[in-house]
């Protein structure tokens, strides 16, 4: 696995090794626009995490994620701020997300 400095080195990177769908979170599903497909948690692995922290707030925590589907033959990204989950996150995604990479 890389280690990127910023999370903007980390997307680049991920985008050059196929992770090319962005995903979102929507309606306890990882949702990407571009393809519309809405993914489960059974549907997807978690192959990379990568953290970064902000140099002066705290409110600056990312994560990126590197997110396969073997299921639907895609691999995207997901970003989120450290313990930020939206309120329509079911348990199962929760629980997958906070699976130590």
Known sequence: MENYQTVTEALQG???RGFTLDFNLANGTLHSSSENINLQPEDFSIT???RFEGM???ADNTIVYGIESPKYNVKGVFLNGYGVYSDDVSE???KKLNTPG
Request: glycine share 0%; net charge negative; proline share 8%.
């Open 92 to 94: 199962e995604l929760l």
């Open 56 to 58: 002066s707030d705290p």
């Open 14 to 16: 991920l985008k050059q």
């Open 48 to 50: 990379e995490i990568h």
